[in-house]
């Protein structure tokens, strides 16, 4: 991967739910990796049922390897600027120790909170 292709600033997150001082349970998303990463959205759609639109992007976000991106799964988010993706798969390259493609999703509706 040539150097120039990683022209984006990403930030892996990962969900951590804690008390406040009053009990609440309180979600939190913190920072796990930040690094460079080349956005290549691949397909979308738009739907529009009980009259309300929204539409979904899926998007590869491909980094470099390395020992950090072993510890990510699902349950973590990628942030690019304003942009939330939700992790839908991970694909390793062929030897495991040079890229990583994270496959993401990116729904837009009018609820969309982020």
């Given amino acids: 991967m040539r150097a120039g292709d990683l022209r984006h600033r990403i930030r892996?997150?990962?969900?951590?739910?804690?008390?406040n001082s009053v009990g609440e349970t309180v979600t939190e998303w913190k920072?796990?990796?930040c690094c460079r990463a080349s956005i290549m959205p691949i397909?979308?759609?738009?739907?529009f049922s009980s009259e309300q639109f929204?539409?979904?992007?899926?998007?590869?976000?491909t980094v470099r390897w390395s020992?950090?991106?072993?510890?990510v799964t699902p349950k973590h988010r990628i942030v690019?600027?304003?942009?939330?993706y939700n992790i839908e798969g991970i694909v390793p390259d062929a030897?495991?120790?040079?890229?990583?493609r994270y496959l993401c999703s990116r729904a837009y509706d009018d609820r969309y909170q982020g």
């Fill in 43 to 47: 397909s979308g759609r738009e739907n």
């Fill in 67 to 71: 020992k950090k991106h072993d510890s």
């Fill in 54 to 61: 929204g539409s979904e992007t899926t998007t590869k976000i």
């Fill in 31 to 33: 920072d796990v990796i």
């Fill in 95 to 100: 030897t495991g120790r040079i890229n990583v």
């Fill in 80 to 84: 690019a600027g304003d942009r939330i």
């Fill in 12 to 19: 892996v997150q990962e969900k951590r739910e804690t008390k």
